[in-house]
C-alpha cells in the first residue's frame, strides 16, 4: 500500500526556522508530483508549494514565497518544506500529498493529488 508520512513538525517561537519532510513509499515507480497543504483551525485548506519531481518545478504560495522553500530528493522520494521566519499565521496542520499521474490542474489544487499523509502540526508562538 502506498503510504505517506509526513515529519518535522513541532513548536516554534515566532522567527524560528522548522523543515518538513514527507516520504513517499509503497510505489516503484517514479512520481509525477508532489505538495504541501496547510489547513489552519476553522479555514480551508490551502496550497503552500508544489514540485514536479521529473522536471523540478514548483511553486510557492505568495503569501509564503519570501520565507518557504520547497525541495526533493528523488532517490528517497522525498519532498521537504524549509519554513524560516515563521510567524503565528503559519499555525497549522501541514499535509503532504502526492501523485502519480499527470493532472490538468495546477500544483496547488488538491483534486491532482492522490495519496495524503496524515498531517504534521505546526505551532508558531509570538
Known amino acids: 500500500q502506498v503510504q505517506v508520512v509526513e515529519s518535522g513538525g513541532g513548536s516554534v517561537q515566532a522567527g524560528g526556522s522548522l523543515r518538513l519532510s514527507c516520504t513517499v513509499s509503497g510505489y516503484t515507480d517514479g512520481w509525477y508530483s508532489m505538495g504541501w497543504f ?3 483551525a476553522g479555514k480551508e485548506r490551502e496550497g503552500v508549494a508544489g514540485i ?3 522536471s523540478g518545478s514548483s ?22 518544506l524549509q519554513m524560516n521566519n515563521l510567524k503565528p499565521e503559519d499555525t497549522a496542520m ?5 501523485s502519480r499521474r499527470v493532472s490538468t490542474v495546477g500544483l496547488s489544487n488538491p483534486s491532482g493529488y492522490d495519496y495524503w499523509g496524515r498531517g504534521t502540526q505546526v505551532t508558531v508562538s509570538s
Open 38 to 40: 496547510r489547513q489552519a
Open 52 to 54: 514536479y519531481f521529473r
Open 94 to 98: 501541514y499535509y503532504c500529498a502526492a
Open 59 to 80: 511553486y510557492v504560495d505568495l503569501h509564503v514565497r519570501d520565507r518557504f522553500t520547497i525541495s526533493q530528493d528523488s532517490a528517497k522520494n522525498t519532498v521537504y
